[in-house]
């Protein structure tokens, strides 16, 4: 387990990474604001938290195209660049991976989902998370 220190050092990257997840971003500049070498700073990541930072951000690229495919009406271009990918054929295929369909039948499937535009549909949303957030105790 990591110290204290080294825990504030890794989490300061980690947060770097999250805020920054748009812009293009190289092993060297993520570790850089954990003051470690890039190599270090890459297995010290993974043993922490148990993915790499390139795979941290790629999960969390996914993440926000697929709240975007949902909430908003940017075309899949749109949506690939404002997530950080300049190539829609990598960003397709990544989302694919993670999801297993591609963002034209995610989009596709979840509007038909729901009966406000733009909106999260209900059915997505877990009973568990409903419940809590509207106040309801589950029986």
Known sequence: MATD??????????????????????????????????????RTFKDTYGETPNEYLIRLRVEQAKKMLITENFSISEVCEKVGYAS????????????????????????????????????????CYAYHFLGKVAK
């Open 88 to 127: 829609l054929g990598s960003f397709s295929s990544l989302f694919c991976k993670h999801t297993g369909m591609a963002p034209t039948l995610y989009r596709r499937k979840l509007w038909a989902l729901s009966t406000d535009a733009y909106s999260f549909p209900l059915q997505v949303i877990p009973a």
């Open 5 to 42: 220190y080294k825990l504030k050092k890794l989490n300061a990257g980690r947060d770097f990474i999250a805020n920054n997840y748009h812009a293009p971003l190289s092993l060297s500049d993520m570790a850089k604001y954990s003051y470690m070498s890039p190599y270090h700073f890459l």
